[in-house]
């Protein structure tokens, strides 16, 4: 059974390149072995990650995640069973929305500045719809 985890969490610390590029590498590299795909959005110290795949690895992913001492403030968005993934073509895609024209975040939000704590789980995943239609998505693997 497939399922859909929708996750938004805070940095412990301010963010760099350095440990982004740690975490989406360490996401991939699980990721491919466990059969799980999905998306990853950063910016401003928030986490906004969708995760794909069988609900046991997605759940077992989603534990290790809560207990990652880089994070905290962890919430599920949402989290269904799905016939199909969205993200299949990722082992982890990322969008850095610091680069984004803030015009695509406001269409969703109340400010130009991604709040995923603010917004319901649907309005967060029609974000992440949209990033993937306008070919924000990066990091195909």
């Known amino acids: 059974m497939l399922v859909r985890l929708l996750y938004v969490s805070r940095s412990v610390k301010p ?57 905290k403030d962890v919430v599920i968005l949402d989290y269904q069973e799905i016939s199909e993934r969205r993200f299949g073509g990722w082992t982890m895609g990322h969008v850095r929305l610091d680069k984004l024209n803030p015009s695509i975040v406001l269409k969703y939000s109340e400010t130009p500045e991604l709040d995923p704590y603010g917004v319901s789980g649907s309005v967060s995943f029609a974000l992440l719809e949209e990033l993937m239609a306008t070919a924000s998505i990066v990091g195909r693997a």
């Open 15 to 71: 963010e760099t390149p350095e440990e982004t590029e740690s975490i989406l590498n360490s996401s991939r590299e699980h990721n491919i072995s466990n059969g799980i795909t999905g998306v990853l959005c950063f910016g401003g110290g928030i986490y906004l990650q969708a995760i794909e795949g069988g609900r046991n690895q997605v759940n077992a992913l989603y534990t290790h995640i809560v207990k990652d001492p880089r994070h």
